[in-house]
């Protein structure tokens, strides 16, 4: 149970609104919940999330990509497909004009749909890579969008640089090691922040869920925004109950940014 609920309608409360305007650094962890409203399923919702019509290790690990890899790169082509036609929502928008205001203000994402970058938020710490991004399997190195359309008939393509290397996506899945820097630098920014905004993620995947009680422990306030309970709210001093395409620009606007 976080201390307080707060309906997504509600007033918000000018003590959350005090604490806010007091803090000097702000770290923001993203999940799938934000890009929601912009058409892009959740893993781990019941009926739609993509783990409800599919085995995450079949898709999403290693093994699963050695075990069937036309399989895997069919999926990831169509959720490419999915994203490509998608737009940034008010909750992206209101985190871009968030970070604008603050001086010192880190974006952390479990996302790998650019959506933050599409909105304008820059330097953003992307915890599972990227999905436009298209690497070699054995090597890691960039593979790129001209070599893709020449290989299409390919499914997946082969690596330009080693024979036993297909094409793959830059995403971390199961069982892989997220890129240390980026982690390293996500640890510190939450390791130093003074608040952070928890938004639209289950907090079910580690290293990432990790990073909220990184910040509890360091003392800092902790704001969830999330129609639903999370494996974080427990950590949260404030969970605004309502989904972040309509929480987010009330928030941002109630602080005047
Ligand atoms: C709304 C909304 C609206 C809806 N508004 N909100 C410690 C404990 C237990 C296990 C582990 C551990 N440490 C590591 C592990 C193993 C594993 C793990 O965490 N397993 C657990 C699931 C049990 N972790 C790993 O394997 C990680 N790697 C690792 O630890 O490596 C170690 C290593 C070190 C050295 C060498 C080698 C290895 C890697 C994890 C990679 C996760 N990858 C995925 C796929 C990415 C690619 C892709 O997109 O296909 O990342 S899985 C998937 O889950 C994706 C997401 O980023 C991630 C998190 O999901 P998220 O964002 O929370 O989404 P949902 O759907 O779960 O939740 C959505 C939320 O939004 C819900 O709460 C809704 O209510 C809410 N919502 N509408 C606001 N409108």
Redesign the pocket.
């Known amino acids: 149970m976080s201390r307080r609920t707060i309906q997504a309608d509600a007033e918000l409360c000018p003590e959350l609104l005090d604490r806010w305007r007091a803090a000097r650094r702000i770290a923001v962890l993203t999940?799938?919940?934000?890009s929601?409203?912009s058409g892009i399923p959740?893993?781990?919702?019941a009926q739609t999330?993509l783990w409800a019509q599919h085995d995450?290790m079949q898709?999403?690990s290693p093994e699963g990509f050695a075990a069937d890899p036309t399989l895997v790169w069919d999926w990831?082509a169509w959720?490419r497909r999915l994203i490509a036609e998608a737009q940034p929502n008010p909750?992206h928008h209101a985190l871009a004009r968030l970070g604008e205001a603050h001086p010192a203000f880190t974006l952390i994402t479990?996302?790998?749909d650019g959506l933050h970058q599409r909105a304008g938020s820059r330097a953003v710490l992307e915890l599972?890579?990227n999905?436009t991004r298209t690497i070699c399997s054995k090597t890691r190195r960039p593979i790129s969008e001209d070599w893709l359309a020449r290989h299409a008939d390919s499914r997946p393509p082969p690596s330009p640089y080693v024979a036993d290397g297909l094409a793959r996506p830059d995403?971390?899945?199961?069982?892989?090691?997220?890129d240390a820097a980026v982690l390293d630098q996500a640890t510190r920014a939450v390791q130093a922040c003074d608040l952070m905004l928890i938004?639209?993620?289950?907090?079910?995947?580690?290293?990432?869920a990790g990073l909220a009680a990184v910040a509890h422990s360091a003392g800092a306030l902790l704001i969830e925004?999330?129609?639903?309970t999370?494996a974080l709210t427990r950590l949260a001093d404030w969970h605004l109950a309502g989904?972040?395409?309509h929480c987010l620009p009330r928030l941002v606007g109630a602080l005047g940014q």
């Open positions: 999940g799938a919940g934000v929601a409203e959740t893993f781990r919702a999330g995450p898709l999403a990831y959720r909750g479990q996302n790998v599972h890579g999905i995403v971390v899945w199961f069982g892989e090691a997220l938004v639209g993620t289950a907090g079910a995947v580690h290293p990432a925004i999330n129609p639903e999370s989904p972040s395409a």
